[in-house]
């Protein structure tokens, strides 16, 4: 592992920015490339063969940058594919998973709420996760239209705080005190999210436990930069990079590219 080569993570959209701002806040002098899969998204509705066909062009992209980790900065794509990634390229990876474990074992009441992509919560590795907790209730709810609407820049729009009235509502009334955002894209919602439910209930995610796996990873191998300069941070995507640039508030700049 070269110690002064980039981070390198993907997403199928600007979700895994989420994930990105975790990495960037804990280890600062790491470069980093991020990959957009916007023009496939939302992963979440494509199949296992799908996703794990994506995952791979993803994966191969940024190791032609000379990357020295993958960050599967996307839960759909770290619950279906990362098996077939870590047997096929030798590189570490870090997956992400729905935060289910800390809630579990938080949960006052065993009952918590888990929002999630349709791919996520179809997964074998997801099931295998919920199985361990057989004493705490797990409310599933596939957040339909949520991604599309995040890629489309629709964060506060009316459409949005509808569908997650719908989504949370029942999950209110089934007595959930822990809620898990099982998408890297949700993060995002979470000013939404705060104004439906009770004051009661926590919300986890996953992005500062995948930054601490990450370091500890390269720590363990290493692997981390040597030098304390100023990180470079380059962002590329293959559809319109407006949204994605809002996100990163406009600081960074986005290479448009077909991949």
């Given at each position: 592992?070269?110690?002064?080569?980039?981070?390198?993570?993907?997403?199928?959209?600007?979700?895994?920015?989420?994930?990105?701002?975790?990495?960037?806040?804990?280890?600062?002098?790491?470069?980093?490339?991020?990959?957009?899969?916007?023009?496939?998204?939302?992963?979440?509705?494509?199949?296992?063969?799908?996703?794990?066909?994506?995952s791979i062009k993803n994966t191969e992209f940024l190791l032609n940058q000379n990357c020295k980790i993958i960050v599967v900065a996307c839960n759909t794509a770290t619950t279906n594919a990362i098996k077939e990634l870590r047997a096929k390229y030798d590189v570490p990876f870090i997956g992400i998973e729905p935060a289910i474990k800390p809630a579990a074992i938080n949960s006052q009441k065993h009952v918590i709420g888990i929002l999630a992509t349709q791919g996520t919560l179809n997964s074998?590795?997801?099931?295998?996760?919920?199985?361990?907790?057989?004493?705490?209730?797990?409310?599933?709810?596939?957040?339909?239209?949520?991604?599309?609407?995040?890629?489309?820049?629709?964060?506060?729009?009316?459409?949005?705080?509808?569908?997650?009235?719908?989504?949370?509502?029942?999950?209110?009334?089934?007595?959930?005190?822990?809620?898990?955002?099982?998408?890297?894209?949700?993060?995002?919602?979470?000013?939404?999210?705060?104004?439906?439910?009770?004051?009661?209930?926590?919300?986890?995610?996953?992005?500062?436990?995948?930054?601490?796996?990450?370091?500890?990873?390269?720590?363990?191998?290493?692997?981390?930069?040597?030098?304390?300069?100023?990180?470079?941070?380059?962002?590329?995507?293959?559809?319109?990079?407006?949204?994605?640039?809002?996100?990163?508030?406009?600081?960074?700049?986005?290479?448009?590219?077909?991949?």
């Open positions: 592992m070269e110690n002064n080569n980039p981070i390198g993570l993907f997403d199928s959209g600007i979700g895994g920015t989420s994930i990105w701002y975790a990495i960037h806040n804990l280890l600062p002098n790491e470069d980093t490339i991020y990959l957009a899969d916007s023009k496939n998204a939302p992963y979440g509705q494509k199949s296992k063969e799908e996703i794990i066909a994506l074998e590795l997801f099931h295998q996760t919920a199985e361990k907790f057989h004493d705490t209730k797990i409310i599933e709810q596939i957040g339909h239209g949520l991604v599309p609407l995040i890629e489309n820049g629709e964060i506060n729009s009316p459409e949005m705080n509808e569908l997650l009235h719908i989504y949370l509502e029942p999950m209110i009334a089934a007595n959930i005190d822990y809620l898990v955002l099982g998408c890297s894209h949700y993060p995002y919602l979470i000013p939404q999210i705060k104004k439906i439910l009770p004051k009661e209930i926590k919300i986890i995610d996953s992005g500062e436990a995948v930054a601490r796996q990450t370091k500890n990873v390269l720590s363990e191998r290493n692997g981390l930069k040597n030098e304390k300069n100023n990180a470079k941070a380059v962002f590329y995507s293959n559809a319109d990079p407006k949204v994605l640039k809002d996100i990163l508030n406009n600081k960074y700049a986005v290479i448009t590219k077909d991949f």
